[in-house]
């Protein structure tokens, strides 16, 4: 209770500093037209069309403006005016004319006035100026936005900015501001040269570089693996498919919008997957299968194409290509709810493998339009419910926030700066079985429906990628680093002796490196440094005369004169045990 007091206090701070920042552009701009201006999580922002562009000392002016207003002291009235009233007050301003219309021409129009300024609002806001703090807000940023956030309609300038009860609070924020861009997996990725995106070539495409290609396939290995471990067996699709397929699912009705335009052959049209489901259907249909055969748990790394708005792209995170760690449960209503124990487990051992710890659970239920059979619904819902309190997660319930095809569980991890992010889905469907007439002969020799689950763990390997980036700000745990080790003599009369640990190491499957070049020792440890390896080896006399390492850690710490065979032992450990250095 105490914390929605507190958010409801930081709510009208922030949604009346946007008034007086309204304010503050129209001292200096007088025919700027406004728009809107809410309070939002950290802060606020307001819209504007102004006759130019705005520099940092633009930004500038606004903020001591704004800090002059504040310290006026000036009250936050409101009042009541008739719709006609509002018309006539608001002359010229296009947008504010256009919200007033949309309000009912009996109704009443609620204004807040600070001093110079009325905005149309419904409030609240603080009592006066004096109630907010001069040095506990700061401008950000701003960014283009479409009047209504539609594209059809003009640019506006949002000035983003945030703003606290304090200038203690502020500061803290502003710290973690500074944290997060530190981690931004797009500088880091440059940085550390793991992939890059190339305008030109295609927008949100991803291209892996041979460091970036390393980790990737770390992360595939273990998954490979480990599906097998648990009973999956792997397929292959292919990356497009005729009209046929995605009218027979319906992907053609309901998803056309986020699908790559169709490319014609042999008078047909063939699409560029969005999804893998239906052509993991049609291995499914190759066959008549019995009970006895299910479950299969198919699984691919595959990779599908999507067409998201250039604006809502953002590095790894939101691409219009990227591959799915996914897999199908195809199973009999019997095997269900095992089947949804042990997925939901797995996803769990999957994300702890790659140091999330803080995980919480999203169950979401049956919407008002669906397909299915509600018995299906109750049965399925049921079965995710007791898997989610059988592994003691925490949980809330999104109630009629489900898919219209079925129920599902959704896993998000908290990384190491308190993010949350969306991982692991677990996702009935009622839908597909039906619209492929899925089958299989029961053990009454009778044709029954199966169910089918789709889930990937990991969500896709570009957005997780980005998400491990900056999780471990670039410090990928030794089983991840593209390099693990460094082997550097301290001078060249060494090298033999350190040729032959690196060539040991490689034998052993480790990824390692010889630096064997010109630099000075500290110059080589401080490149290794920032390409992040976790271990470096320093090779000198004493090491060559005792078959020995002496390593240096990433973290900083030394160990000095381990016996390579040790050595090579106690690096597998940390390695299978996934330790961070
Ligand atoms: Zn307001
Ligand atoms: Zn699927």
């Given at each position: 209770?105490?914390?929605?007091?507190?958010?409801?206090?930081?709510?009208?701070?922030?949604?009346?500093?946007?008034?007086?920042?309204?304010?503050?552009?129209?001292?200096?701009?007088?025919?700027?037209?406004?728009?809107?201006?809410?309070?939002?999580?950290?802060?606020?922002?307001?819209?504007?069309?102004?006759?130019?562009?705005?520099?940092?000392?633009?930004?500038?002016?606004?903020?001591?403006r704004m800090k002059n207003i504040i310290s006026e002291d000036k009250e936050f009235k409101r009042t009541v005016v008739s719709?006609?009233?509002?018309?006539?007050?608001?002359?010229?301003?296009?947008?504010?004319?256009?919200?007033?219309?949309?309000?009912?021409?009996?109704?009443?129009?609620?204004?807040?006035?600070?001093?110079?300024?009325?905005?149309?609002?419904?409030?609240?806001?603080?009592?006066?100026?004096?109630?907010?703090?001069?040095?506990?807000?700061?401008?950000?940023?701003?960014a283009g936005a479409y009047w209504r956030g539609k594209e059809t309609n003009p640019m506006l300038t949002r000035i983003y900015?945030?703003?606290?009860?304090?200038?203690?609070?502020?500061?803290?924020?502003?710290?973690?501001?500074?944290?997060?861009?530190?981690?931004?997996?797009?500088?880091?990725?440059?940085?550390?040269?793991?992939?890059?995106?190339?305008?030109?070539?295609?927008?949100?495409?991803?291209?892996?570089?041979?460091?970036?290609?390393?980790?990737?396939?770390?992360?595939?290995?273990?998954?490979?693996?480990?599906?097998?471990?648990?009973?999956?067996?792997?397929?292959?699709?292919?990356?497009?498919?005729?009209?046929?397929?995605?009218?027979?699912?319906?992907?053609?009705?309901?998803?056309?919008?986020?699908?790559?335009?169709?490319?014609?052959?042999?008078?047909?049209?063939?699409?560029?997957?969005?999804?893998?489901?239906?052509?993991?259907?049609?291995?499914?249909?190759?066959?008549?299968?019995?009970?006895?055969?299910?479950?299969?748990?198919?699984?691919?790394?595959?990779?599908?194409?999507?067409?998201?708005?250039?604006?809502?792209?953002?590095?790894?995170?939101?691409?219009?290509?990227?591959?799915?760690?996914?897999?199908?449960?195809?199973?009999?209503?019997?095997?269900?709810?095992?089947?949804?124990?042990?997925?939901?487990?797995?996803?769990?051992?999957?994300?702890?493998?790659?140091?999330?710890?803080?995980?919480?659970?999203?169950?979401?239920?049956?919407?008002?339009?669906?397909?299915?059979?509600?018995?299906?619904?109750?049965?399925?819902?049921?079965?995710?419910?007791?898997?989610?309190?059988?592994?003691?997660?925490?949980?809330?319930?999104?109630?009629?926030?489900?898919?219209?095809?079925?129920?599902?569980?959704?896993?998000?991890?908290?990384?190491?700066?308190?993010?949350?992010?969306?991982?692991?889905?677990?996702?009935?469907?009622?839908?597909?079985?039906?619209?492929?007439?899925m089958v299989f002969v029961d053990s009454d020799g009778v044709e029954k429906r199966p169910y089918m689950i789709h889930r990937?763990?990991?969500?896709?390997?570009?957005?997780?990628?980005?998400?491990?980036?900056?999780?471990?700000?670039?410090?990928?745990?030794?089983?991840?680093?593209?390099?693990?080790?460094?082997?550097?003599?301290?001078?060249?009369?060494?090298?033999?002796?350190?040729?032959?640990?690196?060539?040991?190491?490689?034998?052993?499957?480790?990824?390692?490196?010889?630096?064997?070049?010109?630099?000075?020792?500290?110059?080589?440890?401080?490149?290794?440094?920032?390409?992040?390896?976790?271990?470096?080896?320093?090779?000198?006399?004493?090491?060559?005369?005792?078959?020995?390492?002496?390593?240096?850690?990433?973290?900083?710490?030394?160990?000095?004169?381990?016996?390579?065979?040790?050595?090579?032992?106690?690096?597998?450990?940390?390695?299978?045990?996934?330790?961070?250095?």
């Amino acid at each position: 209770m105490a914390k929605n007091i507190v958010d409801e206090k930081l709510d009208k701070i922030r949604h009346s500093m946007s008034h007086v920042m309204a304010e503050a552009v129209l001292e200096i701009f007088p025919d700027a037209q406004i728009a809107i201006g809410p309070s939002i999580e950290n802060g606020f922002y307001y819209d504007f069309d102004l006759p130019r562009g705005l520099n940092q000392e633009d930004l500038d002016e606004i903020t001591q403006r704004m800090k002059n207003i504040i310290s006026e002291d000036k009250e936050f009235k409101r009042t009541v005016v008739s719709r006609d009233e509002a018309k006539k007050m608001f002359k010229g301003q296009v947008y504010k004319q256009e919200l007033i219309d949309a309000i009912e021409a009996d109704q009443e129009v609620s204004l807040y006035n600070q001093g110079g300024f009325t905005d149309l609002c419904r409030g609240p806001h603080v009592g006066s100026t004096k109630e907010l703090n001069k040095d506990s807000f700061k401008l950000l940023s701003t960014a283009g936005a479409y009047w209504r956030g539609k594209e059809t309609n003009p640019m506006l300038t949002r000035i983003y900015a945030t703003a606290w009860s304090n200038p203690k609070e502020l500061r803290l924020y502003l710290a973690k501001l500074e944290e997060i861009e530190k981690r931004d997996h797009r500088k880091l990725g440059k940085e550390l040269d793991l992939f890059s995106f190339h305008e030109q070539a295609g927008p949100g495409l991803a291209y892996w570089h041979p460091r970036g290609t390393r980790i990737r396939l770390a992360i595939e290995d273990f998954w490979r693996a480990q599906h097998y471990k648990n009973g999956y067996e792997m397929i292959g699709t292919p990356h497009v498919g005729k009209s046929w397929l995605w009218e027979t699912s319906g992907h053609l009705d309901f998803y056309k919008e986020s699908m790559y335009s169709p490319m014609e052959m042999d008078k047909s049209d063939y699409y560029v997957k969005p999804m893998n489901c239906p052509f993991h259907i049609m291995i499914y249909l190759n066959g008549k299968h019995s009970y006895k055969e299910l479950p299969f748990r198919w699984a691919e790394l595959g990779t599908v194409y999507r067409y998201e708005k250039a604006g809502a792209l953002h590095g790894l995170m939101r691409v219009r290509g990227f591959t799915q760690d996914d897999a199908h449960l195809i199973c009999t209503p019997e095997q269900m709810e095992d089947e949804i124990k042990e997925v939901l487990r797995f996803s769990l051992f999957m994300l702890r493998s790659f140091g999330f710890t803080d995980i919480a659970a999203y169950l979401s239920t049956k919407p008002e339009k669906c397909v299915g059979e509600q018995s299906q619904w109750d049965a399925a819902t049921e079965s995710l419910k007791e898997a989610i309190e059988n592994e003691g997660l925490e949980y809330e319930i999104d109630e009629g926030g489900g898919a219209f095809y079925g129920p599902k569980i959704d896993l998000k991890v908290k990384d190491a700066i308190g993010r949350e992010w969306q991982l692991s889905t677990v996702q009935f469907d009622f839908n597909l079985p039906e619209r492929f007439n899925m089958v299989f002969v029961d053990s009454d020799g009778v044709e029954k429906r199966p169910y089918m689950i789709h889930r990937a763990l990991l969500g896709s390997i570009e957005r997780f990628f980005g998400v491990l980036i900056e999780h471990f700000a670039g410090a990928f745990p030794l089983w991840l680093s593209p390099e693990q080790v460094c082997v550097i003599p301290v001078a060249s009369t060494f090298s033999e002796y350190a040729q032959k640990v690196c060539t040991r190491l490689k034998e052993e499957g480790v990824r390692v490196y010889l630096d064997d070049g010109d630099d000075r020792l500290n110059a080589k440890i401080r490149n290794a440094q920032n390409k992040k390896v976790p271990h470096m080896l320093i090779i000198g006399e004493k090491e060559e005369q005792e078959t020995a390492i002496s390593v240096r850690y990433r973290t900083g710490k030394q160990e000095n004169m381990i016996a390579l065979d040790e050595y090579v032992s106690l690096l597998k450990n940390k390695i299978n045990g996934h330790e961070m250095v």
